[in-house]
């Protein structure tokens, strides 16, 4: 089946800076990539996702790159705010199958 | 255009009693997902189902859970004699069927299971 890697587990970044989280898949079938961002207490609100046939896709402040021959994709976020602390989680899934999730990033943005 | 309904939020059992979570998907969506997350961890693939049938139940103990998506009503992901180790917070998701495209997998706002 699917694994998923993330890294980091934690990322303290100051207000302003940018922020990157990594993840691996295992699955070259992978076809799907999503990331959600979890505050305390609340459930999973997904944030941005590609596809396999895109190398990369951007919105506002949040960006995501997929690179498939490395089997890896990457969040991206700029100008950082302390409203951005949150987990965040990563996820891959090919046709037919559930979503797989990485362990998730605590990002912590400093003001 | 409602979310995904769960249903109760939270949810007290005494060990060995019966746990019974719902999930109504949004509107469109035929399939639902169920991951259990433990408090400060992840989210654990359990069951994927479309209506009246199980398409993956790989994540699912094989003793004391069961779930269906009856062809009316919620999805149910039933835990029976619950014990202490099930108590976490139960998310559903749900999408569209594949291949149709858009977003997919929106999440519930989860069952908190507290056995006690």
């Known amino acids: 089946g699917e694994n998923v890697e993330q890294h980091p587990s934690t990322l303290s970044v100051q207000e302003g800076d940018s922020a990157v989280i990594k993840c691996t898949y295992s699955?070259?079938?992978?076809?799907?990539f999503p990331w959600y961002k979890q505050e305390l207490g609340k459930r999973p609100q997904l944030i941005i996702d590609?596809?396999?046939?895109?190398g990369e896709k951007k919105d506002q402040r949040i960006a995501v790159t997929l690179n498939k021959t490395a089997k890896h994709f990457s969040l991206h976020i700029t100008e950082t705010q302390p409203e951005d602390s949150a987990v965040y989680f990563c996820a891959a899934r090919r046709g037919g199958r559930a979503l797989t999730f990485g362990s998730g990033t605590r990002l912590q943005v400093q003001p | 255009n409602a979310g995904v309904m769960q249903n109760p939020r939270h949810l007290v059992r005494r060990r060995g009693q019966e746990a019974r979570l719902r999930c109504s998907p949004m509107?469109?969506?035929?399939?639902v997902y169920w991951y259990r997350q433990l408090p400060e961890e992840g989210l654990k693939f359990m069951v994927y189902?479309?209506?009246?049938?199980?398409?993956?139940e790989s994540g699912m103990p094989k003793e004391r859970f069961s779930a269906e998506f009856p062809k009316e009503g919620p999805s149910i992901l039933r835990i029976q004699q619950v014990v202490r180790g099930d108590s976490a917070a139960y998310f559903c998701a749900s999408s569209p069927a594949p291949g149709t495209g858009g977003p997919e997998a929106f999440f519930g706002q989860g069952t908190r299971l507290t056995v006690v």
């Open positions: 699955d070259s079938a992978s076809n799907y």
């Open positions: 189902l479309q209506k009246e049938n199980i398409i993956d």
């Open positions: 590609i596809r396999s046939n895109v």
């Open positions: 509107k469109g969506h035929s399939h």
